[in-house]
Structure formats: structure tokens, C-alpha cells
């Protein structure tokens, strides 16, 4: 089965840090670019950060530059997405992306919530 599996995410302090995961199955996972997205109440859907296929060139939206880090392991099929320095502005729903053979496949999503 194609699908994307997102976990890691709850409730954290600000100043804090998370790590998410994507889990990727049912497609050659080193092929594709991965991208996190988030949606927070209220507002559109943003892209976070995006890896590509060979992990090889990042880039990420201003607003988590220098905070937040994309990575993947081919081995294990994963994308994380290490989130530091954590602010309430942070609070989404975040979400894993990959288009794979012009399908847009997207995970289940995993909440992430900054507060004090």
C-alpha cells in the first residue's frame, strides 16, 4: 500500500523541541523529494521544508529557518523533520508530502501544539 505515516508530534513548552517522523511505504522512497507541510486553525496549508531524493539540497520557509532541520534515512524509509526553539506560532497540524508518479500522496498528519 502507498501511503505516508507521520508521528512525534503533542504538546511542548516554548523553547522546546520535537522530532517528527514519516514513515514511507509502497514506492521507491529514494526517488522522491519529501516535503513537511503544516495547517494551523484558520489558515492555509504551508510548506515547512522539502529534502531531495539524495538528501542532497534542503530549503525550508523563513520561518523556521535556522530552527527547524529536515532529514532522511533511506534505510529505514523515514523523513524527520527536527523542530527546535519551538514557538507558539509553531502550532499546526503537520503533515508529510510526496508526489509519486504525478499522485499526490499525503499523510494522516500529526498535531504539534506550543503552549505554555
Known amino acids: 500500500q502507498v501511503q505516508l505515516v507521520e508521528s512525534g508530534g503533542g504538546l511542548v513548552q516554548p523553547g522546546g523541541s520535537l522530532r517528527l517522523s514519516c514513515i514511507a511505504s509502497?514506492?521507491?522512497?529514494?526517488?522522491?523529494?519529501m516535503t513537511w507541510y503544516r495547517q494551523a486553525p484558520g489558515k492555509q496549508r504551508e510548506l515547512v521544508a522539502t529534502?531531495?531524493?539524495?538528501?542532497?539540497?534542503?530549503n525550508y520557509a523563513d520561518s523556521v529557518k535556522g530552527r527547524f532541520t529536515v532529514s532522511r534515512d533511506t534505510a529505514k524509509n523515514t523523513v524527520y523533520l527536527q523542530m527546535n526553539s519551538l514557538k507558539p506560532e509553531d502550532t499546526a497540524v503537520y503533515y508529510c508530502?510526496?508526489?509519486?508518479?504525478?499522485?499526490?500522496?499525503w499523510g494522516q498528519g500529526t498535531q504539534v501544539t506550543v503552549s505554555s
Open positions: 509502497g514506492f521507491t522512497f529514494s526517488s522522491y523529494r
Open positions: 508530502y510526496a508526489l509519486v508518479n504525478t499522485r499526490d500522496l
Open positions: 529534502i531531495t531524493s539524495a538528501g542532497g539540497i534542503t
